[in-house]
Each structure stands twice: as C-alpha cells, then as structure tokens.
C-alpha cells in the first residue's frame, strides 16, 4: 500500500532557512566541516558566515559526509511523526557521497517507505526542488505522482548558477589549478558556475569584472529558461545580500511570469570552496 503520509528531507547544502524548512514541513540532515578547533554541524553550530571569518585569517576548513546516526536520528524522528513514506533528494553524487549514505541507510528500514533521490546539483538546485514538492503535498499529490514523475521531472528541469567573487578558495582546496588561480586574481575575471550532468561543478562562462556578474548570471537563466512558460525562480548569496536583492529584481524583471521566486543562503559546506561575495540564481522548469 502506498505510503499516506510523506514526509520531506534534504541535507544543510539544500539552503534553506530554518524558518522556510519548518513552515514548509522540510527535515535537513546536516553536512560535517571539521576546522582546526573541531567537528562542527553545518546550519546548527557553524554557518557560511563563520567560515569566511575562517577563510580570511588562513584557515581552510575540510567538508565531511553527515554523521550516519544524524541521518537514522532524522528517519526516526520522522516516523515517530506519524509518516509514513519519505522523499528525499540529497547533495549531488558528483560532489558527496551524502546521496549514497542516504540510501543505503534507507534501505535498511521495514518501518517506512523511502525513495532517495541524487539531486544532481547543490544549493539553489536542490532547494528549490524541496519547496516545489511541499507545495506539490499542500496540493495533494499522491506518492506515486512524486516518485514516478514529479521528483525525476524536477531534477531534470532544474538550472542553478553561481558567481565565484574569488578564485582563491577553489585553488587552496585542490579544486583549481594554482596559475589559473593567479591569473583569474590578477585580470579580476568572476568564473561562473553551474553544475554538469555528472553532478560536478563546471564553470560555464567568465566575465570581467563584478559589475558583468548579475548580467550574466540573468543571461544564464533567460536561456535555461528558453520559451517556458510555467517556471520557479530563485536567487542566493553568500555574504552579499545587498547585490542579492537587486539581482531578485532584475531576474523578476527579465522573467515576469514565474510561479514562485525564492531567495536563500549560501550554506557552510560549499562557502568552504567558494568563499563570499557569491551571487546564484536558478530557474526550474515545469512544463
């Protein structure tokens, strides 16, 4: 029998706010970053903003898997509220093996019936994707709707980017190549970012300079979005609210007829690699 009560989870990487994850229904496993002090837990004791103070005095924290018994601690949490069924779309598989302990810790359970996910992205990508299926369960879509169709649909159809303000972090975590890093420093060039079918980040354009950013950033979305006509937006920053916000407008302005557009921050684990003054956006198709 199919589940009748469906429960939502992500991890810390999906960007949502504590308030937005509560209000929409959302259970968030979080993420490791171990730092020279000790193991902290993603959005519950270290937050972007503590690891760019990190950064800037030298530091270069080290991302870790969720604790196994975080995850266990959230399927039990989840049945003792009288769920029975979970969806749960988790951090890419090309970045993190967070995906494949999820499942395999899910695969363990005989109290509930769980599909994980690979969300094939990060940030903008999977959040977007978790509040599009709250919305889908107030609506009163069915488990089978969701997991046959709704929860592949979406993550296919969904297209995040990000501004990268420095090169510097990627260098020093492996990520980038040392001359690539100085070069990029030295002729101000803003990589932007976008994930690969593989679920790997990929840089897809750079441009010149800060102000060039939002322009582009809002290119790559017009063109994601292409003649849709039913579709989510999204913006993000890391340490740039500011820039945020006049980047929301610009996107509203450039594609007026969304069905939702919702903001979030950037969260621990991935500022780890990309540092702040980071801008994204994301369109999510649905038709």
Not at 247 to 263: G, M, S
Request: glycine content about 10%; hydrophobic content about 40%.
């Amino acid at each position: 029998m199919a589940p009748r009560k469906i429960a939502l989870l992500t991890d810390s990487t999906a960007d949502l706010t504590t308030q937005v994850a509560e209000e929409n229904h959302i259970h968030v496993v979080p993420l490791r970053i171990r730092c020279a002090d000790g193991e902290y837990s993603d959005g519950v004791d270290i937050h972007a903003a503590d690891i760019y103070t990190r950064l800037r005095a030298g530091e270069l924290p080290k991302t870790s898997l969720p604790a196994g018994e975080d995850i266990t601690a959230a399927f039990d949490r989840i049945r003792d509220e009288g769920y029975d069924g979970v969806i749960a779309v988790m951090l890419s598989g090309g970045l993190s093996g967070t995906y494949n302990m999820t499942r395999l810790l899910a695969e363990e359970r005989r109290d509930l019936e769980i599909k994980v996910y690979d969300s094939v992205s990060g940030s903008l990508g999977i959040g977007v994707t978790m509040l599009q299926l709250a919305e889908d369960l107030r609506a009163g879509a069915s488990w089978r709707e969701l997991t046959h169709k709704r929860v592949p649909q979406l993550i296919k159809n969904t297209f995040p980017f990000f501004s990268v303000d420095t090169l510097e972090y990627l260098q020093r975590g492996g990520r980038i190549g040392k001359v690539t890093a100085m070069a990029g420093t030295m002729l101000q060039i803003k990589p932007l970012i976008t994930f690969a079918a593989d679920g790997q980040l990929q840089s897809i354009a750079k441009v010149r300079g800060r102000k060039q950013v939002m322009d582009k950033l809002i290119d790559l979305v017009v063109k994601a979005c292409g003649n849709h006509k039913k579709y989510n937006l999204a913006v993000a920053n890391g340490g740039a609210p500011e820039e945020m916000a006049v980047l929301k407008e610009k996107l509203k302005a450039a594609l007026p007829y969304y069905d939702h557009i919702w903001d979030g921050e950037l969260d621990g684990t991935l500022s780890v690699y990309i540092g702040d003054g980071v801008l994204g956006t994301c369109v999510q198709v649905l038709d």
